[in-house]
Structure formats: C-alpha cells, structure tokens
C-alpha cells in the first residue's frame, strides 16, 4: 500500500476486555513504532521494532501491553484488562532503512468505558 | 533522558501574520530534530526536518533552525494562512549513543488557529 495502515479505526471496549490493534507498516520499511497519543500525556512512545533485532520495550507503560510483529512487517499491540486510563489514539509508524522521517499511520482511537 | 518542550499555546492569528512557536530540547547524542503537523482529522505527518547543527528545514513556507548552542528549533512562517490551522509537534530522534535510538520524543504540541 501507499501508507501506513491501522485497524480498526475506532474500538469501544469495556473496562476488563483485552484489545489487539493492527499496523501494516509502509512495504519495505525496516522499522516500526507504536505510540500513544492521550490528553493527559501528550504523544508517548511505546515500542520499536528494528528488523530482526530485540523490540524497544522501554516504552510500554505495564505488563499488560505487549506487541508483536511477525514476519517483519505486520504488528499486533496487545492490551490486556483493559483501564480507562489505556483511553488513547494508538498510532504506528514506520520507517525505511537508513532514513531518517517516520511515516504515520491515522490510529485507532480506543475507548474503554 | 531526552525531551523536548515547546511553546504552550493555543496560538491565534490573524491571517498573514508572523507565527513562531519555540521549541527547545534536552538530548544524550547527536539529535535529528524535526517539526510534525496533524491537520483536523487528519494523521501526523512530517512537515521538516533538520539533521545536524546550523541545518535549516523548510517546507510550505515554514522554516526551522537547528540551533545547537541554544539547543532550540524553532518554527517559524512569515505569513500564515487559514489552512495552516493545525497541532504542531516538536520532536528529536538521537541518532547515536542513546539508548533507545530510533524512538521519537514529541514536545507536549501546540494548537495555531489562524482566523480570515
């Protein structure tokens, strides 16, 4: 595809639920991030993905989140007994080896009620 | 660690005005430093970008020095326009000796309005 993609676009989940969100990443791209955008936090990041090396976890705020990417390109965030406070645009990134602009996906806007 | 802090807004402006919005950042390493635009509705995309000390982005009209001995990046535009209305971020990726390269740090962002 010509972007970043993100499904689904919006998810409304109860407080308990665990979520999977989904990125397919620019084809190519070696890199991949996962951040989050709250009211509270402003734009945070969660996790990186950089070819076949070690993810970045520094970022990801409990053990209930978890991400994955298989294959090199397509990644699943986890967000298990969803909070409130877990209430964010979940946005992807990737970006090409050697390069230095990351490229956004639109996100997916998670609500837990 | 790294961070990045810009001008609180929101920020108002008449059409054609000069609009700045300061950025300044904290960094281990040697940063890229970059401006990122999210229009209503619309995703984050890259609006300039600068990668080394005294660099200079530009793009549609706006500019951004790399100003290494103020630790600064400021955004700048001589004249403003409607649909420049937008959130603008800040950011900084530390490009080597840190210890989660690759990563963006984003400033808190600000909100422009600019009214006909």
């Known amino acids: ?113 | 660690g790294d961070s990045v802090t810009q001008m609180e807004g929101p920020v108002t402006l008449s059409e054609e005005a000069f609009l700045t919005i300061n950025c300044t950042y904290t960094a281990t390493g040697y940063p890229s430093l970059f401006w990122y635009v999210q229009y209503p509705g619309e995703g984050l995309q890259l609006l300039l970008k600068a990668t080394k000390a005294d660099d200079k982005g530009s793009n549609k009209g706006f500019e951004a020095t790399y100003r290494k001995e103020t630790t600064s990046f400021h955004l700048e535009k001589g004249s403003v326009q409607v649909s420049d209305s937008a959130v603008y971020f800040c950011a900084l990726r530390v490009n080597a000796g840190g210890t989660s390269y690759g990563k963006l740090t984003f400033g808190q962002g600000t909100i422009l309005t600019v009214h006909p």
């Not at chain 1, 990125?23 to 996790?47: K, M, N, V």
């Not at chain 1, 990186?48 to 294959?71: C, I, M, V, W």
């Open chain 1, 1 to 113: 595809g010509a972007g970043v993609s993100q499904s689904p676009s919006n998810k409304v989940t109860e407080k308990g639920k665990d979520v999977e969100l989904r990125c397919d990443p620019i084809s190519g791209h070696t890199a991949l991030y996962w951040y989050r955008q709250s009211l509270g936090q402003g734009l945070e990041f969660l996790i990186y993905f950089q070819g076949n090396s070690a993810p970045d976890k520094s970022g990801l705020p409990s053990d209930r989140f978890s991400a994955e990417r298989t294959g090199g390109s397509v990644s699943t965030l986890t967000i298990q007994r969803t909070q409130q406070e877990d209430s964010a645009v979940y946005l992807c990134a990737s970006r090409g080896l050697g390069r230095n602009e990351q490229f956004f996906g639109p996100g997916t806007r998670l609500t837990v009620l």
